[in-house]
């Protein structure tokens, strides 16, 4: 039977991360993953003849700059293009890049996209430090508290203004600092992005914050997301890592009340010191677990980690370009505060909304393989979509399809009419394809209660877990999900340290 130092479930940027981390501290460790290729929501896969398409996630904010330096991710290949400029469709398209914006509220729009960043810069180390337990006292209260002197040192008006905005919702924020309709719907859709919840939803704010303390930029790699996880593939075996895919994990094995291996689903059995679980938590307790191993108490709360998923990826095959203002930028539909609240409504009580806001991007402008010469590929998240639809998936999912083609052929005319193929995943398809429970694409819905010392719960926000040996590593965990390898390599360091 073979034997490692570790076992990673899961094959996504986190659970390779925390391999390559593990694996230069000297760790044996292989990645288990389900799929057939390592990457998770940053792979590519053809979803027409001809056409590829990124499967879930199509840009990211940067790699979590721990991982690129300790895994040497630019000497592997890894290389971004130059950062996107964001252009708000609408009758009159407005082009925005890093918060810089042309028009009568340019100048209200930069500052406040500087205030948020400056609260985004203070914010953004609590995404390195392991959450500290709330009970106890120790070196991760000390860089709680170190932390929060920088918070205070943002001066006292600052301060004063950060203390007044950390949990406001985002909608009271653009009506109060911007009036042109388009960019506050901008902020509005950037701050409910893969979230649920509405821009008038409490708290919605802090979401905007956490994924600017990811990084200012919007970025997509050289060579397409599959570019993004091949390079972190090379560089976890180049430090000794058995990454396998077609690996499906059918449970942990437990042995004297400690996680001591796996058993895939065909049978083979892996034993290990360390099973880290990069992956849901509520599928790694409920299914690969169960409540054998685990407190009633605690079993009973996992089935209670809110993972509800409101957001749609909908692909196009496109038989020409696209006219729109900039086949390199990432285009927006979004155009007011009131069109995003009121496409959040609906789903709210298991209906499609009338006119979903979205994004989209036009991968096949960077990357020529992705369609045959003069085709283009269409690739855009699409809110917000039901995670529990009355009238059924297959009606909900034509629905959602034709109203989202509406609002795309209303914004970029004759699109229709260039569509070759369309492929649109709901919530319960990105739950079946990526193992991602309710649809949402963090492991769980990122709210003030399930977030730092809360996440995914209490008892295991530490990246440890209830059962000893077993551990956390995914977007489920703090600080969230993004495709950034932060969790996972939080974790490593928690192994490591123990």
């Given at each position: 039977?073979?034997?490692?130092?570790?076992?990673?479930?899961?094959?996504?940027?986190?659970?390779?991360?925390?391999?390559?981390?593990?694996?230069?501290?000297?760790?044996?460790?292989?990645v288990l993953e389900a799929g057939a290729v390592a990457g998770g929501g940053a792979a590519v896969r053809e979803f027409a003849p001809g056409y590829f398409a990124p499967a879930l996630?199509?840009?990211?904010?940067?790699v979590d700059a721990r991982v690129m330096a300790g895994m040497a991710l630019e000497r592997h290949g890894l290389g971004f293009h130059p950062a996107l400029a964001t252009c708000v469709?609408?009758?009159?398209?407005?082009?925005?890049?890093?918060?810089?914006?042309?028009?009568?509220?340019?100048?209200?729009?930069?500052?406040?996209?500087?205030?948020?960043?400056?609260?985004?810069?203070?914010?953004?180390?609590?995404?390195?430090?392991?959450?500290?337990?709330?009970?106890?006292?120790?070196?991760?209260?000390?860089?709680?508290?170190?932390?929060?002197?920088?918070?205070?040192?943002?001066?006292?008006?600052?301060?004063?203004?950060?203390?007044?905005?950390?949990?406001?919702?985002?909608?009271?924020?653009?009506?109060?600092?911007?009036?042109?309709?388009?960019?506050?719907?901008?902020l509005a859709f950037d701050a409910t992005l893969g979230a649920w919840l509405g821009p008038r939803s409490p708290n919605s704010l802090i979401l905007l914050l956490n994924q600017l303390?990811?990084?200012?930029?919007?970025?997509?790699?050289?060579?397409?997301?599959?570019?993004?996880?091949?390079?972190?593939?090379?560089?976890?075996?180049?430090?000794?890592?058995?990454?396998?895919?077609?690996?499906?994990?059918?449970?942990?094995?437990?042995?004297?009340?400690?996680?001591?291996?796996?058993?895939?689903?065909?049978?083979?059995?892996?034993?290990?010191?360390?099973?880290?679980?990069?992956?849901?938590?509520?599928?790694?307790?409920?299914?690969?677990?169960?409540?054998?191993?685990?407190?009633?108490?605690?079993?009973?709360?996992?089935?209670?980690?809110?993972?509800?998923?409101?957001?749609?990826?909908?692909?196009?095959?496109?038989?020409?370009?696209?006219?729109?203002?900039?086949?390199?930028?990432?285009?927006?539909?979004?155009?007011?505060?009131?069109?995003?609240?009121?496409?959040?409504?609906?789903?709210?009580?298991?209906?499609?909304?009338?006119?979903?806001?979205?994004?989209?991007?036009?991968?096949?402008?960077?990357?020529?393989?992705?369609?045959?010469?003069?085709?283009?590929?269409?690739?855009?998240?699409?809110?917000?979509?039901?995670?529990?639809?009355?009238?059924?998936?297959?009606?909900?999912?034509?629905?959602?399809?034709?109203?989202?083609?509406?609002?795309?052929?209303?914004?970029?005319?004759?699109?229709?009419?260039?569509?070759?193929?369309?492929?649109?995943?709901?919530?319960?398809?990105?739950?079946?394809?990526?193992?991602?429970?309710?649809?949402?694409?963090?492991?769980?819905?990122?709210?003030?209660?399930?977030?730092?010392?809360?996440?995914?719960?209490?008892?295991?926000?530490?990246?440890?877990?209830?059962?000893?040996?077993?551990?956390?590593?995914?977007?489920?965990?703090?600080?969230?999900?993004?495709?950034?390898?932060?969790?996972?390599?939080?974790?490593?360091?928690?192994?490591?340290?123990?």
């Amino acid at each position: 039977m073979p034997s490692f130092s570790a076992i990673v479930i899961g094959g996504g940027t986190n659970g390779l991360a925390c391999a390559g981390r593990l694996a230069a501290k000297g760790c044996r460790v292989v990645v288990l993953e389900a799929g057939a290729v390592a990457g998770g929501g940053a792979a590519v896969r053809e979803f027409a003849p001809g056409y590829f398409a990124p499967a879930l996630a199509h840009t990211t904010r940067g790699v979590d700059a721990r991982v690129m330096a300790g895994m040497a991710l630019e000497r592997h290949g890894l290389g971004f293009h130059p950062a996107l400029a964001t252009c708000v469709l609408n009758a009159e398209p407005l082009s925005v890049m890093r918060g810089k914006t042309t028009g009568a509220d340019a100048a209200a729009y930069a500052a406040l996209i500087a205030k948020l960043s400056e609260f985004a810069r203070v914010l953004a180390p609590f995404r390195g430090l392991t959450p500290p337990r709330l009970t106890s006292s120790g070196n991760e209260w000390g860089k709680l508290a170190r932390l929060g002197l920088g918070i205070r040192a943002l001066g006292k008006a600052d301060f004063r203004e950060f203390l007044r905005m950390i949990l406001i919702n985002v909608a009271d924020v653009a009506e109060d600092e911007l009036t042109d309709d388009r960019l506050k719907g901008l902020l509005a859709f950037d701050a409910t992005l893969g979230a649920w919840l509405g821009p008038r939803s409490p708290n919605s704010l802090i979401l905007l914050l956490n994924q600017l303390a990811c990084g200012p930029d919007i970025l997509v790699p050289k060579g397409g997301m599959a570019a993004l996880a091949a390079a972190m593939v090379r560089a976890a075996e180049a430090a000794g890592v058995v990454v396998r895919c077609n690996a499906a994990v059918a449970r942990v094995l437990v042995t004297e009340d400690r996680a001591c291996g796996v058993e895939l689903e065909s049978g083979e059995v892996l034993a290990a010191d360390k099973v880290i679980s990069a992956i849901s938590p509520r599928t790694t307790f409920q299914k690969l677990v169960g409540p054998r191993h685990l407190d009633a108490g605690f079993f009973s709360r996992v089935q209670h980690i809110r993972s509800r998923g409101g957001a749609a990826k909908l692909h196009l095959a496109l038989t020409a370009a696209p006219d729109v203002p900039d086949l390199q930028a990432r285009m927006v539909i979004a155009p007011s505060v009131r069109v995003v609240e009121e496409a959040f409504n609906p789903v709210k009580y298991g209906e499609v909304p009338k006119a979903p806001v979205m994004e989209f991007v036009v991968p096949s402008a960077f990357e020529g393989d992705l369609a045959s010469e003069g085709h283009h590929v269409l690739s855009a998240i699409v809110q917000f979509a039901p995670h529990a639809p009355k009238a059924g998936l297959e009606a909900a999912r034509a629905e959602m399809l034709e109203n989202t083609l509406a609002v795309l052929e209303a914004h970029v005319p004759g699109l229709r009419g260039l569509v070759a193929h369309a492929e649109l995943l709901m919530p319960q398809d990105i739950e079946a394809r990526f193992g991602m429970v309710g649809g949402n694409w963090h492991h769980g819905e990122l709210a003030v209660e399930q977030m730092l010392f809360l996440r995914p719960l209490r008892e295991a926000a530490q990246y440890g877990t209830p059962l000893p040996g077993l551990y956390l590593a995914g977007a489920g965990s703090h600080p969230g999900g993004g495709i950034n390898g932060s969790a996972g390599w939080n974790a490593a360091g928690m192994v490591l340290h123990e």
